[in-house]
């Protein structure tokens, strides 16, 4: 029966780095000049039919999202609340390619035949449909062009959308009050006009962020390493449904109370799941809640004193107001905390990390296998643990320099990076030597995955200010805490060091297991080392 690692031996993912490294040509360039190979893609599409299949999603997209927002907008009125154009625009930014023009008559076409659709006359559907396109139009234009996107994990992120959103709704509101002019009646109340303005900004600051945050492709700018597991993680962890519960009992006294100070009910509830959750989370929880808010009153759920239904003009811009603050809050503080994780995440890496190879700093390393071997119950194959060290390192800095040194690290450290699995530690312990921890690797596997290793580097080629390649060699020496040594991590790092300049005398470029003098390996037939 094969071992989980001899399994993944063979399984050819650790084969892959020796392919590519003896195709790395001159492709692309290293810094300082070091030359290496850059993956290459073949487009399949065309540049004729990019624009109108983009056009024509746009327009669907454009059309459903008018139409339903048409059809479940509450009994309010539009003044309330208008989704639409923030889940439009939220679509839109996730589209990395430029919106073409033809893209953005048809997304007008489709507002303007959704209301159509509904029974609005010609006039008003082509004077709101166009005021809803300049909106979207003004929000993609700051956010792609004045203020991107860089990190929506950032409190910064969450501002520029909040005055994204009030610019575009400033501009749908005041298109609409300048084609009202020619359409009777022509004098439109202030209140009126304020709700409308509230109720866009609303759509923007419920929508659109949660939009952005949506699983699937990635923003610029948004590194993917941040992207959560989904939401189904959060329902095995017991602790974890606090939050959410509270904030559904809260949103039950918000309709069961009632009362002027029903709407601060879920508000710490909110601001309790933007600390708990993740942002995503977070911003879905305040998008439901201020949804759940809204509708409520208009159904009728929430106990009311007498007369304060239906809300009169200033009661909507009151409404408005709160489920503005209901929401913004929590999306600034749960981005708050997700650019302070980051940023503990950052610091940890710069600690744990050599900053030239991106390999385990030798605390670190240290750190991680001191665990694997403490670990109870021990594993089952036990752990290997290799010293690996680059021939003749020295001499290729005093030829060829430190530039070229610190490539032929980088890119030793990339290799071997690429041909183990992600729980295994590999560190940088000082200049060329680096050390590798298997956990739960017989010392079988553990001696076939040094040669594979050695391998791996030995179809390195690399060019500096030459045509003729850099070639590398690499010597290893192998130990293992199942073969009746001290299972110390010190005694086993001495035991490698050991193996390793056995390794060294026998001529390098080979790997030697501590205490088995015929388990050395070398090339067939040994290669010296070769300078360019």
């Given amino acids: 029966m094969e071992t989980g690692y001899h399994a993944w031996l063979h399984s050819g993912r650790s084969c892959r780095c020796a392919d590519e ?5 001159a492709l692309g360039q290293y810094p ?14 065309t540049t004729f039919s990019r624009p109108i299949v983009q056009a024509a999603w746009i327009a669907a997209a454009a059309f459903v999202l008018a139409l339903a927002s048409l059809l479940v907008q509450p009994a309010f009125a539009r003044a309330i609340l208008w989704p639409a154009n923030a889940v439009l625009a939220g679509v839109l930014l996730r589209h990395k390619a430029p919106i073409r023009v033809l893209s953005w008559m048809l997304m007008g076409a489709g507002l303007i035949l959704a209301r159509l659709g509904l029974g609005a006359t010609p006039p008003k559907a082509v004077t709101d449909g166009l005021s809803d396109l300049a909106g979207i139009w003004v929000v993609w234009l700051i956010l792609t062009r004045f203020w991107p996107l860089d990190n929506l994990r950032a409190p910064r992120a969450v501002i520029r959308m909040l005055l994204a959103g009030l610019s575009a709704a400033a501009t749908t509101v005041l298109l609409g009050l300048l084609a009202s002019l020619w359409r009777p009646p022509a004098d439109t109340p202030l209140e009126t ?4 303005l509230l109720g866009q900004w609303l759509g923007y600051c419920i929508f659109l962020l949660p939009v952005l945050l949506l699983p699937g492709r990635a923003l610029p700018g948004v590194d993917r390493r941040h992207r959560d597991r989904g939401p189904l993680r959060y329902l095995g962890d017991w602790p974890a449904r ?5 904030l559904a ?18 508000f710490a509830a909110l601001l309790y799941c933007a600390h708990a959750y993740q942002q995503w989370a977070a911003a879905w929880l305040a998008l439901l809640s201020a949804l759940g808010v809204l509708l409520g ?4 759920w929430a106990l009311v004193p007498d007369g304060l239904l239906p809300l009169s003009a200033w009661g909507r811009i009151s409404l408005q107001l709160g489920v503005l603050l209901l929401m913004i809050v929590p999306l600034l503080m749960s981005s708050a905390l997700a650019a302070r994780g980051d940023l503990i995440v950052s610091l940890n890496r710069a600690l744990d990390h050599d900053d030239l190879t991106q390999a ?3 605390p670190a390393f240290t750190r991680g296998a001191q665990e694997y071997l403490r670990r109870i119950p021990p594993a089952p194959y036990g752990n290997g643990l290799m010293m690996l060290d680059i021939d003749h390192f020295k001499q290729l800095n005093d030829r060829h320099g430190h530039a070229a040194g610190d490539n032929v690290l980088c890119e030793f450290a990339r290799t071997i990076r690429e041909a183990i699995r992600p729980e295994d530690l590999f560190g940088r312990l000082g200049g060329e030597e680096f050390g590798l921890v298997l956990p739960d690797c017989s010392l079988e596997d553990t001696a076939e995955i040094a040669e594979r290793l050695r391998v791996c580097v030995e179809k390195i080629r690399l060019y500096h200010d030459s045509d003729e390649p850099l070639r590398i060699t690499v010597s290893i020496g192998v130990a293992h805490d199942r073969q009746g040594l001290p299972a110390g991590l010190d005694k086993l790092l001495s035991y490698a060091d050991q193996a390793l300049y056995q390794a060294k005398r026998r001529g390098r470029n080979r790997y030697c297991v501590h205490g088995d003098h015929d388990a050395d390996r070398p090339a067939d037939p040994p290669r010296p080392w070769r300078l360019a």
């Fill in 21 to 25: 490294a003896g195709r790395r040509t």
């Fill in 249 to 266: 009992v809260s949103l039950a006294l918000c309709f069961l109370l009632g009362g002027p100070g029903a709407l601060l009910l879920p």
């Fill in 242 to 246: 606090v939050p959410g519960l509270l």
């Fill in 32 to 45: 300082d000049g070091m030359w290496t190979m850059s993956q290459q893609t073949l487009s399949l599409d």
């Fill in 297 to 300: 009153l208009d159904a009728g």
């Fill in 360 to 362: 385990l700093s030798r």
């Fill in 193 to 196: 006009v304020v709700s409308g």
